[in-house]
């Protein structure tokens, strides 16, 4: 495992070296971040919708609920401002 | 409503919590139990079976009428899980509703057998499994044994009941078929379930209900002492039992008491089963199988929030809720007092 990693790494160096540019890997990391927050949200929307579906007073509750992980996004966003 | 696709235990197991929440507690019971069988179906108007009720009060009047709500109303809430819930989800569940197939095929059985009026085996029936609208209606169309095992033909159900078919034109008794359809059911059941860890649960679940009804039967069978093969009734799956173990412990009650007294269920079923040394009583026992079931299954959907156990769990709080009420309706016309009645309850 270890072997073939190095191996990975080798052919990635060789291919085109590692990630130098700062702007491209802030882009990297609010990409990465934002496709955590959209994973983390569809089992959250669709609970939410479920519960809404049963009781429309849990509206509010579910869009909340529903908009948390968006603050990931946000958080990985300050990186773009320090690079 | 397909087995397609990936699951949605999220959406399903939220909508499921909710419902749970509208389910009647220790309060609401005890207000039931107090109330006559007219008081009774008003009280269930007025909360979760208000359009059950509706729908059925002009035809049908008194217990009848709180009878058939409750299985419309069943019928309904399993309809709508299978109906929200997709992939190995869906998979899971229906392995459980299907013993409303296996229900339905019975009574279809039972009602031509006895030649009962079309209509009177429809309100019997309990639209909660797999079967849809248009085989139910065939099955109700069928005006001959012969023709249910044919309608049935593509079903699981259908190799099975066309081999009992034979042994049942000899004996002309439906045992055969009735232990084809169950045993079709709990083949089903416990087949090919997948490894991870909340699936392990409700296959632990399913073993102990398989265990407990080969307890019962062969409790039965021990206090009766007919002449009956026990290995005819036992069903595969469970852990407590083999076909050997059984025929053997069937014939001998206190053997039989006592090696469940032993066993992993010992904890639970114990005051049980004294009781059942004592008094002789199988209900009590019944009860206590019940009791166990439901305070497993209530358990059941904490460790895993998110995935298949608390879908099942509210299916079996909701099936005890129907029973529950049934008792009391039934108890009522029956002129049983308060006291007995709560005593038939199962409540956690």
């Not at chain 2, 959406?11 to 929440?21: D, E, L, T």
């Not at chain 2, 069937?250 to 010992?266: F, M, T």
């Amino acid at each position: 495992m270890l072997e073939a990693t190095n191996e990975l790494g080798n052919v990635a160096l060789q291919a085109g070296g590692t990630l130098t540019d700062a702007n491209a890997a802030a882009a990297l990391a609010v990409g990465l971040a934002a496709l955590g927050a959209g994973y983390a949200e569809r089992g959250i929307g669709s609970a939410a919708v479920g519960a809404m579906a049963e009781d429309d007073d849990l509206f509010v509750n579910g869009l909340i609920l529903t908009v948390l992980p968006e603050t990931i996004v946000i958080l990985a966003l300050v990186v773009v401002f320090i690079v | 409503m397909s087995a397609v696709g990936s699951s949605n235990p999220e959406y399903v197991v939220a909508r499921v919590r909710a419902r749970r929440g509208s389910l009647y507690g220790d309060e609401e019971y005890r207000k039931l139990t107090r109330m006559g069988p007219a008081e009774i179906a008003r009280f269930m108007e007025e909360s979760s079976y208000g359009a059950e009720i509706n729908a059925l009060g002009s035809r049908h009047g008194g217990v009848d009428l709180i009878e058939y709500a409750l299985n419309r109303n069943l019928a309904e809430q399993f309809d709508d899980i299978l109906d929200w819930s997709e992939g190995a989800l869906y998979d899971l569940i229906a392995r459980y509703l299907r013993k409303f197939d296996a229900w339905n095929v019975k009574t279809v059985i039972r009602g031509v057998y006895t030649d009962a009026d079309q209509s009177a085996i429809e309100v019997d029936l309990i639209r909660a499994g797999e079967f849809d609208d248009r085989l139910i209606r065939r099955l109700l169309e069928a005006d001959s044994i012969d023709a249910v095992v044919e309608v049935l033909e593509d079903t699981i159900y259908g190799d099975p009941l066309r081999e009992a078919y034979a042994e049942y034109e000899e004996t002309d008794t439906l045992v055969p078929l009735e232990n084809a359809v169950d045993r079709a059911f709990y083949e089903r059941l416990l087949s090919g379930l997948g490894g991870d860890e909340p699936t392990r649960q409700y296959e632990a679940f399913l073993r102990a209900e398989v265990d407990f009804r080969n307890a019962i039967n062969a409790l039965r069978l021990a206090r009766s002492g007919a002449d009956i093969d026990p290995a005819a009734y036992f069903i595969e799956g469970g852990e407590l039992f083999t076909r050997g173990s059984l025929a053997r412990l069937a014939r001998n009650l206190d053997e039989l008491v006592e090696y469940i007294a032993d066993s992993q269920y010992g904890e639970e079923l114990g005051p049980a089963l004294r009781e059942l040394e004592e008094a002789d009583s199988l209900i009590a026992f019944e009860h206590a199988t019940d009791a166990a079931l439901l305070a497993y299954g209530d358990q059941l959907g904490t460790i895993h929030p998110v995935s298949v156990t608390p879908v099942i769990s509210y299916i079996l709080a909701k099936e005890r809720e129907v029973e529950n009420i049934r008792a009391i309706a039934r108890g009522k016309e029956a002129g049983l007092s308060a006291d007995e009645i709560e005593s038939e309850l199962v409540i956690t």
